[in-house]
């Protein structure tokens, strides 16, 4: 399977704990997106990396939130002291600048609940 | 800011209908790309259709097509003989090169056999 792969694919855990997503994109796309999505709505940005620098986070990403593509392959989402809130769709999404440029192919998602 | 609106909430239309879904965009950037994804029940986002902002041409693609006016900052597309397998959410999504991607409320397109 060369696609998209987001681990782990459901994720309970009690408010005020911290978790780690884990996203493998595509492996010759140079881009990394990461979203949430809630139920009823559409996937909202929150960050994306070229290669492993991070170009560009959300204004609505609070600092609890960080992400990391430290050799420019797989991305890690990590939310700290999570909350309520924070219970969603957690989606990655890869793509490569060149060629077919910006069509993002989606991983199947990480669903968070936090208790 | 950005922003895509997608008016139609849910639409139901029986098999073998045609269906357009309705996406209107604001964007103050003169060059951008606009985007269709399909969300089936299984839950996965899948491309469908790109188009930049500096080719209008409205094309084909199988039972596909879309209507992108610059004029009116609309990029509607259409679903020609639906099939029940075409019942799913479709976003449209609005971005710069690439960049800080917006997508729409989505329209949930209910076929029915």
């Known amino acids: ?115 | 800011a950005q922003k895509v609106t997608q008016a139609q909430t849910e639409i139901s239309v029986v098999e073998k209908e045609d269906v357009t879904l309705d996406c209107v965009y604001e964007t103050r950037d003169t060059t951008y790309y606009l985007f269709w994804y399909k969300q089936p029940p299984s839950g996965e986002l899948v491309f469908l259709i790109r188009r930049n902002s500096f080719d209008e041409q409205n094309e084909i693609s199988g039972r596909y097509s879309w209507n992108f006016q610059k004029s009116t900052s609309s990029f509607n597309f259409t679903i020609t003989a639906s099939q029940v397998v075409d019942s799913a959410v479709y976003f449209c999504a609005l971005s710069f090169y690439g960049q800080n991607f917006v997508f729409g409320p989505g329209t949930r397109l209910s076929v029915l056999p």
């Open chain 1, 1 to 115: 399977d060369t696609g998209v792969s987001q681990d782990p694919r459901h994720k309970i855990t009690k408010r005020g704990q911290n978790v780690t997503f884990r996203c493998d994109p595509i492996s010759e796309h140079n881009r990394l997106y990461w979203y949430r999505q809630t139920l009823g709505q559409g996937p909202e940005f929150l960050t994306y990396f070229q290669n492993e620098a991070q170009l560009e986070k959300s204004r609505l990403l609070s600092d609890r939130f960080s992400a990391e593509r430290p050799k420019g392959s797989f991305s890690t989402l990590e939310i700290q002291r999570t909350e309520q809130g924070d219970s969603a769709m957690y989606l990655c999404a890869s793509s490569h600048t060149s060629g077919k440029v910006y069509e993002q192919y989606f991983g199947p998602g990480t669903r968070l609940t936090v208790t």
